[in-house]
């Protein structure tokens, strides 16, 4: 098989569950290997793939995890040899070996040895890939229980609920920043830092009508938004931790600084606060990017003023993303959108635009335009620090992403400013692009439903495609069918 050639990691999982070995097998070292016990598939969000294997590499038997991967460089290129949870690997599986090296290493600078699948499969890698493949597809289920009866349902029924499940889904998100914003004028009101500080808040606080005067503060819209924006760019697996940053590294605090490069300045801070920067001090300084010790002397200077927590590299999930989706590439655009809000009335812009754009598709497109932020600098080739990447990487947000923002942060937002400042005509005007605009991007969940409810381009609607993701989330996985308006009628 080409060396080059990628298959889903999924399917190499499943040649290393079943796979019998009917042959002597050696790591790429030349190190006979016999497998006690293959271990038991992760599956958390991060760590290694298979855990507690017990494994007989040359003359020692070790119980540790083991590692699968398509290439050999691969373990470097998803950083494991950044990442603590990876310290316990005693085996480097992968399908094809890319690289001369026999070895890989942890962060701890342990060696562990490498093998390659074709050195001990019992049949051909293309014959058991399109088994494992065969497999997976066998016991694929569908995301919703109603799956093989739901085209019962008439399809207005179907459209009509899951609109109604789209603006549910909307108002949750509204009153979801509503609740973060009356935290953030607690906060601002009594001083207090967070996330150090434990507090709590009043119910009262919850309850309250805010004045138009409580709310007015500039710097209060600007923490919301920021806070919102980096939790959109972690996806699924860093948006806790972007959310943590964002409030940790907080704009109060950045504001009071000032600097000829305000992006590296602000990279300097949220990349030290994420505790991504490596140890310059205990590296040889032949290892050590320019980039990097500007970041680390910066820190130098702001690191006594702030008293707030430093996050651990361990804390960050690299595992099974995209390089383009490393958390590294997510700051670093992160950073940019911190130069928008402050320096570039990012907010301030949004509002006008959606004051004085009348059709809803220009509007939609003008803003989302403001979302996307081109790579440059250190970052447009770098995945991770002091390593180059292979190619130039273009976007740091694309598209697609700023599709995603523009619906789940944006129209929110611009909902809740312009319904708590008294401005309804215009909050209605938001609710309305949300429900008429489609959307770009692509979701596996809702193109599973698509398929389940015989709605084929339904999704691309807006509305109706947040409506599919609250169906499966309040109804599908709560087993509420006969709460559903699509169970009822097809059920019943």
Request: proline share 3%.
């Amino acid at each position: 098989m080409n060396d080059q050639v990628k298959v889903p990691e999924k399917f190499l999982y499943d040649i290393w569950k079943n796979q019998n070995i009917d042959k002597e097998v050696f790591t790429a070292c030349g190190q006979k290997i016999v497998v006690f016990d293959r271990g038991i598939a992760n599956t958390e969000k991060g760590g290694p793939d298979f855990i507690n294997a017990r494994i007989k590499i040359g003359n020692i038997t070790y119980v540790g995890d083991v590692e699968i991967d398509n290439l050999h460089s691969d373990w470097k290129t998803h950083g494991h040899n950044l990442n603590k949870r990876y310290n316990k690997v005693i085996l480097h599986a992968v399908l094809s070996c890319d690289s001369t090296t026999k070895f890989v290493f942890t962060q701890e600078g342990r060696k562990i040895p490498t093998v390659c699948f074709d050195s001990f499969l019992e049949e051909s890698i293309n014959t058991t890939l399109r088994n494992a493949i065969s497999h997976e597809r066998e016991n694929k289920t569908n995301k919703i229980p109603c799956h093989e009866i739901a085209s019962a349902a008439d399809e207005k029924t179907k459209i009509d609920f899951l609109f109604d499940l789209g603006i549910e889904r909307f108002k949750k998100k509204c009153e979801r920043l509503v609740h973060r914003l009356k935290e953030l004028v607690f906060i601002s009101d009594m001083e207090v830092k967070e996330p150090v500080v434990k507090y709590e808040i009043p119910q009262n606080y919850y309850e309250k009508k805010f004045s138009i005067a409580e709310i007015s503060k500039r710097e209060l819209w600007e923490q919301l938004f920021y806070e919102e924006i980096f939790e959109a760019l972690g996806y699924s697996q860093n948006k806790t931790i972007m959310l943590k940053l964002a409030q940790s590294a907080n704009l109060d605090f950045v504001r009071q600084y000032q600097d000829p490069s305000p992006i590296k300045l602000y990279e300097s801070i949220l990349f030290n606060i994420a505790g991504l920067v490596p140890d310059v001090k205990n590296l040889p300084t032949s290892e050590v990017s320019e980039y990097t010790m500007e970041l680390a002397k910066k820190w130098g200077d702001i690191k006594p003023n702030y008293d707030g927590r430093i996050y651990a590299e361990s804390d960050w999930h690299f595992f099974r993303l995209r390089p383009l989706n490393f958390p590294t590439i997510r700051i670093a655009g992160g950073a940019r959108f911190i130069d928008k809000i402050l320096n570039h009335n990012l907010i301030a812009v949004m509002i006008k635009k959606f004051a004085e754009i009348h059709n809803h598709t220009v509007l939609s497109n003008s803003v989302k335009s403001l979302l996307i932020i081109k790579s440059e600098g250190y970052w447009s080739n770098h995945y991770v620090f002091d390593k180059e990447a292979s190619e130039d990487i273009n976007y740091f947000v694309g598209s697609s992403r700023a599709d995603e923002i523009y619906i789940n942060v944006v129209l929110p937002f611009m909902y809740v400013y312009f319904d708590l400042f008294g401005k309804k005509h215009f909050a209605q005007k938001v609710l309305k692009v949300f429900s008429q605009i489609n959307i770009n991007a692509e979701n596996s969940l809702v193109n599973e439903i698509s398929q389940s409810l015989a709605l084929v381009n339904a999704w691309k609607r807006t509305v109706i495609y947040q409506g599919m993701i609250e169906l499966f989330r309040s109804y599908c996985t709560k087993h509420r069918c006969l709460d559903c308006r699509i169970g009822t009628n097809v059920f019943n």
